[in-house]
């Protein structure tokens, strides 16, 4: 298939601002591997939630669950067919870790024998209204089979409109047997996606991406990094896709660090194309061009994470494996 046919089917994500369904009075709900007394409706740490579903299925609109440490990787439940979610956040709240991606996770499954299939678990759905913020979402797979979108899309994440946000987050290590094997549909922030696999968009399909990286990515066919997504303040490099477009397939790029540099329709202003000088797959050396070259109009400070591009802003968290 041409890469030039491929290009023109993308519809990129439009964000909608939902104010139906708030909760005046917001609760505070707990999650812990660890509680010792787990009881509905989760109001305090002693009487924390051990799974991420069963704080969500207690929580109302607008409500705010604060998971503690650990690798969350049993239960599971189906919202569309039979793809199972590690954990299904239905209804416009706020999950969150209290220490970030790098000691809470989200762990999906893959199919027996390894990847897509009947079996797989993906880590999370995400709902319109809903956040997920400082989380890693790893393992994370798809069906085969099934509906294309809702059961062959997004493996680490799936979100029903680009008005569901993930904010910092890593999601690696996750795929999908058609698109967005990171992500597929939500607005990301301050994210980073590495490792990642899918037919088309190895780390994201139809997504809004700020300030995020996208590396070690890759795709069967096209768009190893982002496929059919607007990407600001973003690097995405070091993708690889089988037939064409390793970094990025179709979408519109501005105040990005990719190669090749974008062309019309698909071109933003700032972008660059040098090497981004990274010294692992999260971060930037001192002297990267990418600090300083981004846009503030993009930045995002509701999370843990590091707003990369910008020199002006203080870094807030370090992604110190």
């Not at 239960?75 to 590690?86: H, K």
């Not at 798809?142 to 890593?170: I, L, N």
Request: proline residues 5%; hydrophobic residues 35%.
């Amino acid at each position: 298939m041409k890469t030039s046919t491929l290009l023109t089917t993308c519809h990129l994500p439009i964000v909608l601002v939902a104010l139906t369904g708030l909760n005046l009075a917001a609760a505070t709900l707990y999650v812990s591997l660890e509680s010792p007394n787990p009881s509905a409706p989760h109001p305090t740490w002693a009487t924390a939630a051990t799974t991420i579903q069963d704080a969500v299925d207690a929580a109302a609109a607008g409500d705010e669950i604060v998971v503690t440490n650990g690798v969350y990787a049993t239960g599971g439940r189906a919202l569309y067919g039979t793809m199972t979610n590690r954990v299904v956040v239905d209804k416009p709240i706020t999950v969150r870790s209290v220490n970030g991606a790098p000691f809470t996770a989200i762990q999906g499954a893959q199919a027996p024998g390894g990847g897509n299939g009947d079996s797989a678990v993906r880590c999370v759905y995400l709902a319109n209204g809903a956040r997920l913020s400082g989380f890693t979402l790893t393992n994370g797979a798809t069906r085969m089979d099934g509906e294309p979108f809702h059961e062959r899309c997004g493996g680490g994440v799936w979100c029903q409109s680009a008005a569901a946000v993930v904010s910092g987050c890593v999601l690696a290590g996750n795929s999908a047997a058609m698109r967005g094997g990171g992500a597929s549909s939500g607005t990301l922030n301050n994210c980073a996606l590495t490792g990642n696999w899918a037919w088309q968009g190895g780390a994201v399909c139809s997504n809004v991406l700020n300030n995020c990286t996208l590396t070690f990515n890759s795709a069967e066919e096209c768009g190893g990094g982002a496929y059919c997504s607007r990407l600001n303040n973003c690097i995405v490099y070091f993708n690889t896709a089988r037939l064409a477009a390793a970094n990025y397939a179709g979408g519109f790029l501005s105040y990005c660090c990719t190669t090749p540099q974008p062309e019309d329709p698909w071109h933003g202003p700032g972008n660059i194309t040098l090497d981004p000088q990274l010294t692992s797959a999260f971060r930037l050396s001192s002297g990267s061009p990418c600090r300083g070259a981004g846009s503030s109009d993009y930045h995002y400070s509701d999370i843990l994470s590091d707003f990369h591009f910008s020199s002006s802003f203080k870094r807030r968290f370090r992604w110190d494996w």
